[in-house]
T-cell receptor, first 113, second 109 residues
Framework: ETGVTQTPRHLVMGMTNKKSLKCEQH?????MYWYKQSAKKPLELMFV???????ENNSVPSRFSPECPNSSHLFLHLHTLQPEDSALYLC????????????FGSGTRLTVV | GNSVTQMEGPVTLSEEAFLTINCTYT??????LFWYVQYPGEGLQLLLK?????DKGSNKGFEATYRKETTSFHLEKGSVQVSDSAVYFC????????FGQGTRLTINP
């Protein structure tokens, strides 16, 4: 399988639940990203990993916890979320420092109830 | 800091109409410029790009020219189709991608 794959596609969770979003890329890229896309808001960059090290964390609440165990996999661990965290969470990958653009996954549509 | 400004949406056109979506940028140095498209229920897909001034990116009938003198990268298509209905994002890259706010395009048959 090629490209960037995100699972699950849809997730409904209660505010006290713990869940994880998974992202996998088979493009040989060495940088991975989490974005949040909410209705009527610009895309928000949450986290950046380059060569498996977190290089950017844009003031994201601690209830979101990323993990990058290797260059092909990226997780976003979720716990005690709020309804305003409901959004589309997009993963992307790229070759760091190369002008090739990012390849995005299809996203996980998260609903917090 | 670097930023991208796109025309406000939503934009609604009839099939076969001419499309322009404006994009201007502010950046230090010489960014590369991109257009991404997001179809309903999907992630973003790279539509076209240009890496230096006066370059023209093109794909699927869409075009955009990197204009350094006006710091613009407007997206154009001569004859749109219903299947072009999507959200379009302009972006610039220096060491990371910076996106505009997106423009929703709806094409009516």
């Amino acid at each position: 399988e090629t490209g960037v794959t995100q699972t699950p596609r849809h997730l409904v969770m209660g505010m006290t639940n713990k869940k994880s979003l998974k992202c996998e890329q088979h493009l040989g890229h060495n940088a991975m990203y989490w974005y949040k896309q909410s209705a009527k808001k610009p895309l928000e960059l949450m986290f950046v990993y380059s060569l498996e090290e977190r290089v950017e964390n844009n003031s994201v609440p601690s209830r979101f916890s990323p993990e990058c165990p290797n260059s092909s996999h990226l997780f976003l661990h979720l716990h005690t979320l709020q309804p305003e965290d409901s959004a589309l969470y997009l993963c992307a990958s790229s070759q760091a420092d190369r002008v090739s653009g990012y390849t995005f996954g299809s996203g996980t549509r998260l609903t917090v109830v | 800091g670097n930023s991208v400004t796109q025309m406000e949406g939503p934009v609604t056109l009839s099939e076969e109409a001419f499309l322009t979506i404006n994009c201007t940028y502010t950046a230090t140095g010489y960014p590369s410029l991109f257009w991404y498209v997001q179809y309903p229920g999907e992630g973003l897909q790279l539509l076209l790009k240009a890496t230096k001034a006066d370059d023209k990116g093109s794909n699927k009938g869409f075009e955009a020219t990197y204009r350094k003198e006006t710091t613009s990268f407007h997206l154009e298509k001569g004859s749109v189709q219903v299947s072009d209905s999507a959200v379009y994002f302009c972006a610039l890259w220096t060491q990371k991608l910076v996106f505009g706010q997106g423009t929703r395009l709806t094409i009516n048959p």
